[in-house]
């Protein structure tokens, strides 16, 4: 029997079943529908931190006091070490010939931003050091960076974030405008590019002001975070641990004594992120699976139920010529048709549910063709194997007790 007519019959058997069809493909539906959104809103997290963690350069790494922390007994033991100071960063500065660039920020808690008479709450401050723009992912949309000058000077300028410059300066550039952080005014300078949120974390509100004036106004207790770029991508290594020795030099760590300090890259991130998601990927393998089983098992019980019921059907197609390999033919196809459609009614609810939280959540997703055609590939191979037993039972019915079948 060909391919279409297999098909033609599958779909006449279940139109003319359309209930018992469409609660056999809910199973199907449901696993189908979670790989796809699933798969598309890990799939939107990659990418999108993909695109963070390499913005910041292959050939640049990030000297810190903590680190990435993945667990209370390494905070613990972070929160025990001394500060990286301005010191050590002119010290990598100075004596670490592979590297070509060396900046530095701290990070300051939330504060209060005030223009005039209206402000902003939770806005966060740094102070960065002249280079450091040209090190890290932060892009200028206009007015001008941070010169030396104006570190060495402890000059009261700013960079800020495009919602400072939207939300609190409403009318006129903002460039030239002072605002009040704390008890202090800064003048704006430049205003950088809109970077989105991730994770319901607004990335635009923020202010960055020299480092020695953030030192000058709001102390010198914070630590500091030292970014280096390596002159080449292949000295990376070696950068390293040349910027490594010498803090360890500085900091009197002994020979046989672990790091005070954390040297983070941007490909040591990734890792931990996607060590972190193959927990994701683990559990919807286990959902999928789950739900997929369940819609397997239906639908062999759902075609043996139909084996029953066409028995005397099986018997005259039997009796007019019908080769098993016919039969089998046609049952196994009716099973592959059967789970296909609720593959494809499952990608599509997977594909708009996956938009949906994009539209209407922090999270990203991406649909990917790929994911589409997995999605489809498994659907196939759940009807293929659930519905080979039932495919092979009709097939060796024999055509005498077929036909006086009642």
Known sequence: MWFIEGVAIAFQAIWANKLRSFLTLIGMIIGVSTVIAVVSVINGMNNYMSAKINSMGSNTFIIDKEGVITSEDEWLEARKRK?????????????????????????????????????????????????????????????RLFNESDDNRRSSVCIVGPDIASNLIKSGMPLGKDIKLGKYYFRIVGVGKSRGSFLGMNQDNWVVIPLKTYSKYFGKRRSLAIYAKARDMNLMEEAQDQA??????????K???????????????????????????????????VSLLIGGIVIMNIMLVSVTERTREIGIRKAIGARRRDIMWQFLVEAVTLSSIGGMIGITIGIIFALTIARFTPLPADVELWAVFVGFGVAAGVGIFFGLFPAVKAARLSPIDALRYE
């Not at 060396?102 to 002249?130: C, F, M, N």
């Not at 020979?255 to 683990?282: C, H, P, R």
């Open 255 to 289: 020979y046989d004594q672990k790091d005070d300090f954390n040297i983070t890259t941007a490909e040591s991130v990734m890792k931990l992120y996607q060590g972190l998601t193959n927990g994701a990927w683990f559990v919807l393998v286990i959902i999928s699976s």
């Open 83 to 143: 500060n990286i100071t301005l010191q050590d960063m002119k010290a990598i500065e100075k004596y670490c010939d592979l590297c070509e660039n060396v900046g530095g920020v701290v990070e300051a808690s939330s504060r209060r931003v005030k223009y005039g008479s209206d402000y902003l709450e939770d806005i966060w401050v740094q102070g960065i050091t002249y280079n450091f723009i040209d090190i890290s992912d932060v892009e200028l949309d206009y007015g």
């Open 244 to 253: 490594r020795m010498i803090l360890r030099t500085r900091r009197d760590v």
